[in-house]
Each structure stands twice: as C-alpha cells, then as structure tokens.
C-alpha cells in the first residue's frame, strides 16, 4: 500500500514519517458507527499517506458471521475518497481502497462462546503466516463499555494460548486501545483499570480521548512552550481567568439510550474538558516525552480543589433543552427524543467553576461549560487577562473597555485569535477593540487531520503521550463524583430547563455573575 501521489508540498514531512513495525490492528465492532465513520476511514488516510507499516493486516470483529469478501465490500464505501473515480464495472474505484481491502479479513466473535479466544488465536496466527506480521497485535475495543470485561477477558485466554501472559517473555508486541467512557464512576474506572491491569502492562493501555489528537488541542503545548512572550504572563498575576467551551448544535441523534446513561457531565466534561483545563495549566515538562506529560497533567488533576456535597448548588450547573428553534426550525425538547424517558433527569447540559490550588493559579477561576442544542458548534480556549492598572484611554474608548483576550479555537475554524485595544486611525485618539487572527487553513493551505488518524497512528508505533493513563482517568472521576452523587440525589428534582437555540440556563450565567464576569460569547 503505497503513499498516493499529491504535489502538495505542506505533504513532504508526512512522506518521511516513521511507520510502525508489522502489525494486526484487531478491530473488535467493526461494523459499528464509530469503526466506519472514524476508525477505518482513518486507517486508510494512513495508507494513502505511506503511514502503515509494509506487513499490515486488519482483522474486524463482530457478533455476526460475515465472510471476508462480504466484510471488505461493506467496508469499501465507508473508505472511497470523494474524489474517487468510476470503474468499468460502474463501481467508485480507488487504488489505495483497494491495496487496502487486501489485507482486511473479518472472523465473527461471541464473548458467551467459550472457544472464541482459541479461533482468534487460529485466525491471528495465519495472517502472521500470510502477511509477515510477526506476532504483534493491536486490539482496539469499538465496542459499548458494557463489552469491554468480557472482551478482555477472553484477550487474557487468547494471550495464555500463545505465552504472551502479563509479565512473561512476549512473542511480539500487544497493545489495546480502549474507548471512552472510562467506568461510569469512581469505583468503575477503578474496576476497569483492574481488569485491564490483570491482563496488559500499564505500558500497553491506551485510553483514547479524541479531543487529544486534534492538532489545535497539541498546539497549546506549542503555543504555551515554545513561545517566550506567553510563558512569563501563564500565571495568577496577569490572568483573570479561564473559559473552556464546547457547544453543540445537535440533540442527541438516535443515541438517547447512550445519553441516558450518560449525560454532558460523564460525557464531555470528566474526559474532554478536564484534559483542555491540563494542558492549559499545566508546568512545562522536564522532557517531551509520554511520561513527562503525562505526570504534569495527572498534578493538575490532583491540584483541583473537589467540591462538597454543599458546595455542588454554588459551583456547578446543569441544565436539560426543552423544545426550541434552530436555524429557523423548530426541534423537540430532550424529553421528545427517540429512546429518551419521559420524565428524564438526565442533564445534557452542565458548566462548572473550578480552582487549581497550586503556586501557579491560585484564586484563578477555571470555567467549564458543555451543552447540546446550542445555537453554534463551537469548541475553544479562552485566556482572559487581567485589566490594566490604571485607565488612561477610559474617555476615548468607543464601546465599554474590555480585558485582552488570547482564544485557541478548536473548532470550527481552527486557530489562534488576540484581542486587545488599538487606536483608531484618525486625528483624534479614539481606541477599540481588534483581533489578531491565526488561522491552520489559510496559513498551512492544507486540511487538519483527523484527530483519530493521528492517535491510531500513535498506538501503532507505541507512542502513548496523547493517551490517558490509568490514575489520570481515576483522578477525574475522583473530581466530578460529588457532582453526581448530588445531580442524582432524587431530592434533587429535575434540571432546570433551557430553550434549544438559546446558550443554556440562566443559572449558568449566574455562575459568574457572582465573580462579577460573564461567559465569553462564542
């Protein structure tokens, strides 16, 4: 499977990249939502870039009996670049999706089949006969959270048969990737780590969060460390305060099973946003390396003050979408959606005010906010900084002066944008508020990857930086378990609810109010 041709020269550091040792990815539900709409449309960006290791082979897993050629023929759809063009046969036609559909094969696995370990093992070994993969193996578990035991449980039987137990002499690397959610609480994150533990080194868990691999998300380690005009001012003295977002136009869509037991605060705030608040206030590493990183940001976690039980109602805010408008189209409430309980208490909306009590934050407000039927898609950072000392310039301000703001947008729109005052141009001094803008596309010409084309890349070639390591999961469910124990509570009564279309319930702007600030508008 060679790199496609492309003439574009943002490209060229790509083409030198390291590509992994031989390799099976073993994909388990691999004919899910996530396998097709992400996984392996990534796997195959990987090829046409030269990125996957010359001996490859991709082995789907599912509850289904489905043969080979039926499996690749399912999958080829979900693969075809929009450029590619028609066969003679009538069929879309791609060189690279077809390099690739060579070495993909399918065997069906039952966990309640008490010989599933000992065909995979059969199926494993053959494709390292036929394709030089040498024994290493990539499990990768696309599959509900409620699979993952029994999964790993029959990896621990599979492992056994080919003397590749945890601590002994290995035939040939194994990792496992595992999706989130990590537990659905303190005491399931703790489980699963255990039973991942009885099975796998912590050296070959990867937990993915996807929010980690997008490549605005890494740059504000770059942002942060590699630029001396920021570092000096990344402290309590000069910043006012943090605002992270991530807000959604979508409802549920056909998931409201999964977000019943769920909801925004397991969903994207204990991964998502938690990581975003580490890496905005973590120290600079001793090393860029995986360990270093993953130290510094795991300290931050453990510096964030935890909330009592009475501190929930003055710290935290949830909120659920009742019907509204968007775009000028009316859509149902929460409580209307498909496999959504009628008397839901499920918040699909949650904001928090957090402090990091260490040297460097101390008294700095951090402001989480995440919510679904919003009326933009929007995910970013933003840094405020303290006001000036003493306004010179308060008579010639057109509009109310405002503080400097540095924003990471994440998405859409990627980039880098600075607020501050300038003179107007003009005789008199009039000042006003101005952006600085950085945008990847027009500065780079050349489209972001997607943040799962460079984290399944990096759990091939063993590289766990972007990964969760097993106490920072614990340590974030450590943080968020008295918000949910309080959410919960059935005392607690419904959450209040929010128009869809609108930015989330009036609470949520209380929340700030009492520090006297308010949410950025994004």
């Known amino acids: 499977m060679g790199p496609e041709a492309s003439e574009n020269p943002f490209r060229e550091g790509l ?26 449309p990534s796997i195959c960006s990987l090829a046409r870039k030269g990125l996957l290791p010359s001996s490859f082979a991709l082995l789907g897993v599912g509850r289904k009996e489905l043969s080979d050629e039926a499996f ?20 879309a036609s791609d060189p690279v999706v077809d390099a690739l559909l060579k070495d993909v094969f399918y065997r069906q696995f039952n966990t309640d089949d008490e010989r599933a370990a000992e065909a995979l093992a059969l199926a494993l070994a053959q494709i390292d006969r036929e394709r030089g993969t040498r024994g290493n193996r990539l499990f990768y578990l696309s599959t ?23 601590g002994e002499r290995k035939k040939g690397a194994c990792r496992i990737v595992v999706e989130k959610p990590f537990g659905y609480d303190l005491e399931g994150a703790r489980e699963l780590n255990r039973t991942l533990l009885d099975v796998f080194d912590e050296s070959e868990v990867y937990r993915i969060d996807h ?16 630029n001396a005009i920021f570092e000096p001012l990344w402290n309590r003295r000069y910043i006012d305060n943090v605002q992270i977002a991530v807000a959604e136009k979508l409802g549920v869509e056909g998931r409201g099973g999964y977000y019943e037991d769920s909801g925004a605060l ?33 300290k931050v976690l453990r510096s964030i003050r935890r909330m009592s039980h009475d501190e929930v109602g003055q710290y935290a805010v949830r909120g659920q979408y009742g019907p509204g408008s968007l775009d000028g189209k009316s859509v149902p409430g929460y409580r209307q959606e498909e496999t959504v309980s009628k008397d839901s ?14 040297w460097r934050w101390a008294g700095v407000p951090f402001y989480l906010r995440t919510g679904k039927r919003l009326p933009k898609k929007v ?33 859409p729109d990627e980039g880098i944008s600075l607020k501050f005052e300038s003179k107007v141009p003009g005789r008199d001094i009039s000042v006003r508020s101005v952006k600085m803008d950085f945008q990847y596309g027009t ?48 005392s607690a009564g419904d959450p209040p609810l929010y128009d869809a279309g609108s930015f989330g319930p009036d609470a949520a702007s209380a929340l700030l109010e009492v520090d006297g600030r308010s949410w950025r508008r994004l």
């Open 15 to 40: 083409r030198s990249a390291r590509t992994s040792d031989p390799c099976v990815f073993v994909l388990f539900g691999a004919r899910g939502d996530l396998a097709t709409r992400k996984i392996l």
């Open 72 to 91: 690749r023929e399912e999958l080829r759809p979900h693969l075809l670049s929009e450029d590619a063009s028609p066969a003679e046969s009538g069929e």
């Open 144 to 166: 509900p959270p409620s699979a993952f035991a029994p999964i790993i449980q029959r990896l621990s039987e599979l492992r056994s048969s080919v003397g590749q137990l945890k």
């Open 211 to 226: 929010f980690l691999g997008k490549e605005t998300v890494q740059n504000v380690l770059v942002l942060r460390f590699a």
């Open 266 to 298: 397991r969903d994207m705030v204990q991964n998502h946003l938690l990581q975003l608040l580490c890496l905005v206030a973590m120290e600079p590493p001793a090393a860029l390396d995986a360990e270093a990183l993953r130290d510094e940001r795991t």
């Open 345 to 358: 208490r499920t918040e699909t909306y949650a904001a928090l005010r957090l402090e990091v009590d260490n």
């Open 379 to 411: 995910s970013e950072v933003a840094i405020e900084f303290k006001d000036i000392p003493h306004r010179l310039f308060d008579k010639m301000i057109d509009s109310p002066a405002s503080s400097n703001v540095l924003a990471l947008r994440i998405s």
């Open 443 to 490: 500065s780079f010409g050349d489209a972001l990857p997607e943040a799962y084309e460079r984290l399944v890349l990096d759990a091939l070639l063993g590289d766990p930086t972007l990964f969760i390591r097993g106490d920072v999961s614990e340590e974030a469910w450590r943080l968020m378990m008295p918000i949910l124990e309080v959410w919960e509570d059935p």
